[in-house]
């Protein structure tokens, strides 16, 4: 069950780096055939970076990858969009704390065209409420689950 749950991680982390060469905003990231992607210190970002060599062969596309703790990656991500810097072409966030704030501040794009103009993304392996809860605001889907844990809070009664 453990391998399955690992695959499916992986093949969706395909499906995510499919779409990033599509997404790929920054006109000087195209030009240079390089995108720079920011992802969270933790475990399931491994999956992420163990795909990338096989990304840059499928694309010829080198992929940057900067790494950086939950509590510094909010502050960078909030520096480079309000100074207009562009310097991330994806990032990997916990949603969904800040998809509103990013859709409000156009810091964001819509993936319902590019979903629609890629074969190969099946929406189907995602739950809806799962991408209600992390990838989707006001009816439009601005990012794709590929990790996702749930939270609790747990209290003792005395």
């Keep these: 069950?453990?391998?399955k749950a690992i695959l499916v991680r992986a093949?969706?982390?395909a499906l995510v780096f499919a779409m990033a060469l599509s997404l790929v905003t920054s006109v000087q990231a195209a030009r240079e055939k390089s995108i720079t992607i920011l992802l969270e210190t933790v475990p399931d970002s491994e999956y992420v970076i163990k795909l990338i060599p096989e990304?840059?062969?499928?694309?010829?596309?080198?992929v940057n990858v900067e790494k950086t703790t939950f509590m510094v990656m909010r502050d960078k991500l909030?520096?480079?969009v309000l100074s207009g810097r562009g310097q991330y072409d994806v990032i990997v966030v916990d949603a969904p704390f800040w998809t509103g704030q990013f859709v409000n501040g156009r810091w964001i794009i819509p993936?319902?065209?590019?979903i629609k103009e890629t074969p190969s993304v099946n929406m189907?392996?995602?739950y809806p409420s799962?991408?209600?809860l992390a990838g989707v605001f006001d009816g439009v889907t601005y990012m794709l689950p590929f990790y996702q844990y749930n939270m609790v809070m747990l209290t003792r009664s005395l």
Aim: hydrophobic share 40%; charged share 30%; aromatic share 12%.
């Design 1 to 3: 069950m453990k391998s």
């Design 11 to 13: 093949l969706t982390m």
């Design 78 to 80: 909030m520096t480079n």
């Design 111 to 114: 993936l319902d065209d590019y």
């Design 130 to 132: 799962m991408l209600d």
């Design 124 to 126: 189907d392996v995602y």
């Design 55 to 62: 990304f840059e062969k499928a694309t010829g596309i080198k």
